[in-house]
């Protein structure tokens, strides 16, 4: 309600205040620029390089015992620029459209104050983006049929460099989003000390993401990314039921919180050491090389083991021992550290040879 005998005023157009309340709005228009531009055959095909994903590849796939059926898939390409920026602005209006019809709406019924309001949005603003991709995660696993845990190196990279529209698509709005977080600090008036961690995060999910993406570990990434994401929905689920005073249950889901964050840790562990300490590196040699053509990033940096002293297949263990003609040096037992890590190995010409 404006109090009689004042008048409020509009900041003067392209001002800081100006489009700080209106960036929503500024930014949804240039995103119309390019939709628009898809109506026009003459701006057709520069505004489709903004919207439409390219690099796209015909693959033949399997789908039955000998039968083989060529199937659209999608690489990585320099024309996914133009596709990041795009979905950059498309997340500053879902942003805004969150923050707007929802959580200012439930702000106003709960009255915090100034540093619980801020931490309030960013949970909200966190918590609708790790939902959404986790049901778009739990979608592609169901599709690609990625249960085994074997799909995450085997094949690669022949079949990891080229994935499906919506795996694809995935990782364009993973990229989008995280970038979006820096021009959101300032169209949400973040204050120079709370820069830093949003920033600090924001930068290792962008490292992180953009690194398995241009190395073709997206299957990887994408069981990271879901393990992740749940740790941190429960998280933020905790903060926003804490906020809203509903502490009885914010207290037990802490508890669940605490027990996944350590669960999403090791589980991260146990599944980049399989894939690249285990399966990668169970490659033939050949195929652990830099290639750029082929997309091959499967350097051969992982351990290997020593000739004539393999474990037996799916044992992980440690074998100290005594160096081969070595036994004793001084008195004290010569020890060996033998192999460490998970092999599963094939001894036919051994056998044949022991036979």
């Given amino acids: 309600m404006v109090v009689k005998g004042k008048k409020t005023k509009n900041p003067p157009v392209l001002s800081h205040e100006f489009v700080i309340?209106?960036?929503?709005?500024?930014v949804a228009c240039v995103a119309m620029v390019f939709v628009v531009g898809?109506?026009?055959?003459?701006?057709?095909?520069?505004?489709?390089v903004f919207i439409a994903l390219h690099h796209n590849v015909t693959v033949p796939l399997e789908i039955q015992p000998g039968v083989f059926q060529d199937v659209l898939q999608y690489t990585q390409g320099l024309k996914d620029i133009p596709a990041v920026f795009f979905y950059l602005l498309i997340s500053v209006v879902i942003h805004a459209i969150i923050q707007e019809y929802l959580l200012d709406k439930v702000n106003k019924k709960l009255h915090l104050s100034k540093v619980k309001h801020v931490k309030f949005n960013e949970s909200g603003q966190l918590l609708a983006f790790y939902l959404m991709?986790?049901?778009?995660a739990g979608d592609i696993i169901l599709r690609e049929n990625l249960f085994s845990v074997a799909a995450l190196w085997e094949g690669y990279p022949l079949h990891h460099a080229s994935m499906s529209f919506l795996f694809k698509f995935f990782f364009i709005i993973q990229i989008s989003y995280w970038l979006h977080i820096f021009p959101e600090l300032y169209f949400q008036k973040t204050k120079r000390e709370d820069w830093a961690p949003r920033i600090q995060y924001a930068c290792l999910y962008l490292a992180f993401i953009v690194g398995a993406y241009l190395t073709s570990f997206t299957r990887l990434a994408l069981f990271l990314l879901f393990v992740q994401y749940l740790a941190e929905a429960v998280f933020h689920t905790c903060r926003i039921l804490d906020y809203a005073e509903k502490t009885a249950v914010a207290s037990k889901l802490f508890r669940l919180g605490d027990l996944l964050f350590v669960l999403a840790r090791l589980s991260s562990v146990?599944?980049?050491?399989?894939?690249f300490w285990f399966g990668l590196a169970s490659l033939p040699m050949e195929q652990q090389v830099l290639d750029l053509a082929t997309g091959n990033f499967n350097t051969g940096l992982q351990a290997q083991l020593p000739p004539g002293r393999l474990p037996p297949p799916g044992v992980a263990y440690v074998e100290l021992h005594h160096g081969p003609g070595e036994a004793r040096q001084g008195g004290r037992p010569c020890l060996q550290l033998e192999c460490l890590g998970?092999?599963?190995v094939q001894h036919q010409e051994d056998r044949a040879g022991a036979g």
Avoid: G
């Fill in 342 to 344: 998970c092999w599963q």
């Fill in 133 to 136: 991709s986790l049901v778009w």
């Fill in 38 to 48: 898809l109506m026009f055959q003459a701006s057709s095909p520069a505004a489709s």
């Fill in 270 to 275: 146990i599944l980049a050491v399989l894939t």
């Fill in 21 to 26: 309340q209106n960036h929503a709005d500024i």
